[in-house]
């Protein structure tokens, strides 16, 4: 019955051929593998504190990412290992746990924190152990030169160059007179400062600055401090209250006129759109570091990508539909341990000693195309700021899914270097 | 060995024990040792306020910060040398402490720990505010050019386990000549009775405004420490988190004993690194064995040691 069925019902000599050959094969292919010891990247993962809806996405984004390294031969044809460590999206823990995984489990090199204070908490001890320290953080304080040669971001913009690259477009299609909500903390102040440089530069204006302080959890009095003259209303919120926000802004205006409303998907990371409530963003625009929404003409590695970290075409997990990923984001860490594969390839890493010249080699890489190791996009890295530039997107949500309206080119976003680590020894 | 030269034995027999261990200890646990010792200075400074005064304070992550922001806010925006930094960072807790003593010292108990608490919390958001001069919730680095004394480089292994010995080292003695002295009885006096102790001629307000500036000094001292020696100042080390950890090492190590404080923040400073480990509710762990403290051994580890047998323990 079975061999009518799926017509192979191997014989018994059959079996113990494949079994031989199967043998061989693992017998062949295994010495390869252990004759190289791993090589071990430490991972600084925000797996809890105000991170952890991020974290969770980033690990398993590396977890993917890791798995079509091993496939692909691991790097110089040794395999790879990722050691997480939960900093507890706090900066004295950070530091710690960059100090555990070098000094106590032998990693390479740290990679993969996103928020500003962890990595600022953290870059100085990297920078004493000598130890590459590869962040997935937006932050401007890497391109700033508040940090040292060892802190590198390859694999993600920075705010400064997001923001800047988009007000052209904003002040051409939505409007002149913005005003602009964000949260009156560092993250919040860089929106701030580079958006409204880069809207007067356009011939704009930006008519109010709506600061929100850091505890707040309700919103509706800060509403009425919304000119009515508004054109563009830009928002950005981060943190446990941004439904919160989002949903007051709609009860604000209700159905009646608002102006144009540009947001930063950080608003609503791991959130879904369709959320009740959120209604009124119908029509409304964000923007979007990697589109969260699979797009009609997405690529073949776009595609792949999102297999691979088990992401659907609406942004969620394929196992959960209401577990919305952070989509916008977490490309950095897939993107950055990619880098890490072709710094180490180039540079012959064998082993700690080669750390600096690890760095060396990312610092001498520029183009990246787009590619299954760059699947957000082409970029382009300066090694003396240690910085890359990438494509933004702006979406607009379209029956409740955010669908692409605009893409920056590289250019859009770059701005004289503040600083050349190259100069500064090791 | 008479009963005065028992603990002086037992004290420096922990820093000679602390001053070999940078020799045999791998490099994590040196430095992670050397974390704690400055840790320990902060717990030492809550101890004379909680552990002999009784003032069961909330606020005391308001000292630390002051302290560290005392000493990185002159080194970052007027280029202040490290030593002078240094002596900011120790008069700005003490400083604080003594304001905030002024207005919370009118009150006492449960009312005590609110309004510390509040305190701490204006303090916080105040850095939050004033996000230009103070580097906001994101902090600054300390330049590694501002982290050399005296030609040694605190940015370095061996001198950086070095100078939080020195420093623990001067922090506990001063602590045992503290609570051996006079003043240091009428501490204890005002914790356990402060009515008899006004009977007796002591003004309750002017000694528990002096022990919470000592207190204040420690936490000063010890918030500017770290942040030389780890390079960064940032604005969660004033969080409530960094009010309740000192009070966690005091309770674990014990209350009103000397080396209580550096049991304390040895013990939960390894406690959290191992449980964190296994399950991402470590903290719970932490917490499960507070409870279990709390109920078997309420005095503390050393608390309890000096109970049952070893009572010549300061």
Redesign the interface.
Known sequence: MTKEVFGLSPSRRAVLKGAGAGLLAAGFVAPVWAQSAPIKLGFQLH??GIGAAYGRWYERTAQAALKVINDGGGINGRPVEILF??DGT???RG??VV??LV??AGCDLVFGPLF??VV??T???A??LKVPYLVCSE?Y?VASG??NRWTMQPGITDVRAQVSSMAPWVLANLGKKVTMVFP????G?DHRDFFTAAVEAGGGQVIAQVAI???ETSFTRYMPQIPADTEVLYHVMVGPAVLTFVKELGEFYGSGARPEIFGFIDSLEAVDTASPGLEFLEGTHFWEGHNRVKQADASDHETAYRAAVGVDDNGASISDAKDVSTYAHMFSVWETLHVIKAGMEASGYQSTADRQKFVEAVEAMTDMPASLAHVQGDKRFNGKTHQVFGHQFISKVEGGKLIRAHTTSLEDGMYPDAVDYTTQSF | MSLSAKPLALHLGLIAVLFAAQFML???HA??VS?IMVLSVFAMGYNIAFGYTGLLSLGHALFFAAGMYGMGLPIWTLGWAPVPALIAGLVAGGALAGLVGLLALRTAGVSFMIVTLMFAQAGY?TL??L??HT????????D?AARMIAGFDL??DTPRYMAALILFAIAMLICLWLVRSPFGRVMVAMRENEERSRMLGYNPFRVKLTALVISGLYAGMAGAAYGML???V????ATI?YSILPMLYVLLGGAGTVIGPFLGALLMFYLI?IA?GYT?AYLFVVGAALVVLVLFAPKGILGTIRERGLKWLP
């Open positions: 797996r809890t460590e939960d706090d900066p004295k530091a710690e100090e555990k000094s106590q500003s204070h600022i908490g870059a100085p001890r920078a004493e932050g304080h508040m940090l009156d903390y560092a993250f102040h302080p850091p505890t | 791998p490099s994590y430095t992670n974390r958001l939050l505010y996000n230009t580097g906001g919730d994101e902090g600054f680095v300390v590694s940015s370095t780890f390079g960064y940032g604005a969660t080390f988190q690194d964190s991402t």
